[in-house]
């Protein structure tokens, strides 16, 4: 769970569309479009107003999941993987239980959400697109190249965390992993405790992690795999 509100939307602009449309627009009239890379034009095309990929409400991107959207204060809109890179999946601990997550996450006023959460009844609730950038990781970069998961519970619980949950939650993760190419390692599958800056301690001690890398690899059907 996230409530460090110095992640959140701080009133001002995302350092994407107007800065880089800006420097696109100044780029292009001093030294012509053919100074700027190719990578560059592709990042930026999408940022320019106006164009978006194309979106429909309470679509999907792990089917097995049901959506609830979260409040638009809790996540601001992207285009990943075009505009930020996805390279991490952050492991979190609610606190509390499904229906506290899913009110918080409705909340404008906590500004904070993730992009899923996982019951310990092994349900999957998607509240944010992965495209959009979730506000869960206390750490602007983090936030922008991460998939955000909570599990129903709390840390000094470690009965909370259910042989059904680490499994669904392994099968969500290693499809994310699959899709942008995410070595399924712990390098790029945290915890919310070892974001750089963050003083949460989520998921906590009793989360097996052994257990669950195993169980990400075994659910992943091979091309990412790493260590
Ligand atoms: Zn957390």
């Known amino acids: 769970m996230e409530t460090n509100r110095s992640a959140g939307p701080p009133g001002k602009p995302g350092r994407g569309i107007s800065r880089r449309a800006l420097l696109i627009g100044g780029g292009a009239a001093a030294v012509g479009t053919a100074a700027l890379?190719?990578?560059?034009?592709?990042?930026?095309?999408?940022?320019v107003p106006g164009v978006e990929k194309p979106r429909k409400a309470g679509e999907l991107d792990y089917t097995p999941a049901r959506w609830i959207a979260a409040s638009e204060a809790n996540w601001r809109r992207a285009d990943r993987p075009d505009d930020y890179g996805v390279d991490r999946v952050i492991i979190h601990v609610t606190q509390g239980s499904y229906a506290s997550a899913v009110r918080v996450f409705q909340d404008p006023a906590h500004q904070a959400a993730t992009h899923y959460i996982v019951r310990q009844n092994?349900?999957?609730?998607?509240?944010?697109?992965?495209?959009d950038v979730a506000y869960h990781a206390g750490n602007r970069s983090f936030n922008e190249r991460s998939i955000g998961i909570e599990h129903e519970g709390f840390v000094d619980r470690p009965q909370d965390f259910t042989a059904t949950m680490y499994e669904s939650s392994a099968r969500l993760t290693a499809a994310i992993c699959e899709r942008y190419g995410i070595p399924v390692d712990r390098e790029h599958i945290i915890g919310h405790v070892e974001v750089p800056g963050t003083d949460h301690t989520d998921p906590g001690p009793h989360w097996d992690w052994p257990r669950y890398m195993k169980l990400v690899r075994a659910a992943s059907t091979g091309g990412s795999r790493a260590s």
């Open 122 to 131: 092994g349900r999957v609730t998607q509240m944010i697109r992965e495209l």
């Open 37 to 47: 890379a190719v990578d560059d034009i592709r990042r930026v095309w999408w940022r």
